[in-house]
């Protein structure tokens, strides 16, 4: 099977400065992106799946994505603040790139922010309208996500591998983690863990994962990850973590 990551007919990476690779990224942000792939593929069917007037389900399916939403605008936002200004004076020659990549997280925020009140309204009236306008809305999101999320990692995670160093990257992974709650935190973790291959798995949780939060999924984590994917998908098998 192709590698999702792969660059189109047509796509050019932005150049790639000279000099060491100072740090990662390119490998954390596959794993991120892999996770946000899976959601908002999953989103526009998991609307579908609560029937008009099933408040409950409505109310339940509209918390996690409104947590997957979450994630998504608070990672770009790291970038903006943390990857792409620091991108764009570091390797000037990549400015077009950042330009786009800023674009399409202005686009993807923009329909975020379009739906949210659709998923509020819907999540107490579960009806059959704000119900295929939020998973036609999820659709949309989806659709310019994808693109994102590869010609992300395509055209301008090499040159940021040469331009940021660990230490930036952390502190924007850091600005992510200060503003979500540790519980949902340990189930988002049971997420990514699902959503990546088995040798990227074992790597975040022993290179990637604080200790506390290692204790924190071993103990509820996990065990809050399959409750909440066995409600979501039921039936379905749930996927394998650690
Ligand atoms: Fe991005």
Redesign the pocket.
């Known amino acids: 099977m192709t590698d999702f990551f792969t660059m189109h007919p047509g796509e050019t990476a932005a150049p790639v400065p000279p000099g060491p690779v100072l740090s990662a990224g390119s490998t954390g942000i596959r794993r991120v992106h892999r996770f946000l792939l899976w959601a908002y593929g999953e989103a526009p069917d998991l609307v579908r799946s609560a029937a008009p007037g099933d408040t409950s389900r409505a109310a339940y399916v509209g918390e996690v994505l409104g947590n997957f939403d979450k994630v998504l605008l608070i990672h770009?936002e790291g970038?903006d603040l943390f990857m792409y200004p620091q991108l764009a004076e570091r390797a000037p020659a990549s400015a077009s790139h950042v330009e786009q990549?800023l674009d399409h997280?202005k686009r993807i925020r923009q329909l975020i922010q379009g739906i949210e009140p659709v998923r509020k309204r819907w999540m107490q009236t579960a009806d059959a309208e704000n119900r295929e306008v939020l998973a036609k809305g999820y659709e949309g999101v989806q659709a310019v996500l994808k693109e994102?999320l590869r010609r992300?990692v395509t055209e301008v995670m090499p040159a940021v591998d040469r331009v940021i160093t660990e230490e930036e990257l952390k502190a924007m992974v850091q600005h992510g983690v200060r503003q979500h709650d540790k519980k949902f935190l340990v189930t988002y973790l049971g997420m990514v863990l699902a959503t990546n291959p088995p040798e990227d798995r074992r790597e975040i949780f022993s290179e990637e994962i604080p200790a506390p939060a290692r204790l924190g999924y071993r103990l509820i984590g996990r065990r809050m990850y399959r409750k909440q994917y066995a409600t979501l998908f039921p039936g379905r098998a749930i996927p394998e973590t650690l």
Request: proline letters at 0%.
């Open positions: 770009q970038q990549m997280h994102h992300e």
